[in-house]
């Protein structure tokens, strides 16, 4: 069993920073993938970052590219996500999920993603 905890949501104004936090606890296997997705009102929930505790790599989709940074924490079991430069459409409610198993082919889609995190707000305004 996998516990999930997010934080740092917050309200910000576009151009501004957030870092999200994912604190994990439980049974996370060293080749666990971290992802994190969002869903804004309205719209389906979307993968934006994942990043492979075995080895390292990262995976980003194009909207956040070179905004977001996804990093880990191993001595503390927390991945995080740096949001630098954020836009107004990056407003969402932000969840932390873990894939029990070696990133996926495609890691930024949800199936697959075992346990969830409750999600942490970001709203950036204008």
């Known amino acids: 069993q996998v516990q999930l905890v997010e934080s740092g949501g917050g309200s910000v104004q576009a151009g501004g920073s957030l870092r999200l936090s994912c604190a994990a606890s439980?049974?996370?296997?060293?080749?666990?993938?971290m992802g994190w997705f969002r869903q804004a009102p309205g719209k389906e929930r979307e993968g934006i970052a994942a990043?492979?505790?075995?080895?390292?790599?990262?995976y980003y989709t194009d909207s956040v590219k070179g905004r977001f940074t996804i990093s880990r924490d191993s001595a503390k079991n927390t991945v995080h996500l740096q949001m630098n430069s954020l836009k107004p459409e990056d407003t969402a409610m932000y969840y932390c999920?873990?894939?029990?198993?070696?990133?996926?082919?495609?890691?930024?889609?949800?199936?697959?993603?075992?346990?969830w995190g409750q999600g942490t707000q970001v709203t950036v305004s204008s």
């Open positions: 439980g049974s996370i296997r060293s080749r666990t993938c």
């Open positions: 990043f492979s505790l075995l080895g390292g790599a990262s």
């Open positions: 999920a873990s894939h029990p198993f070696r990133c996926p082919a495609h890691p930024l889609r949800d199936s697959g993603y075992s346990y």
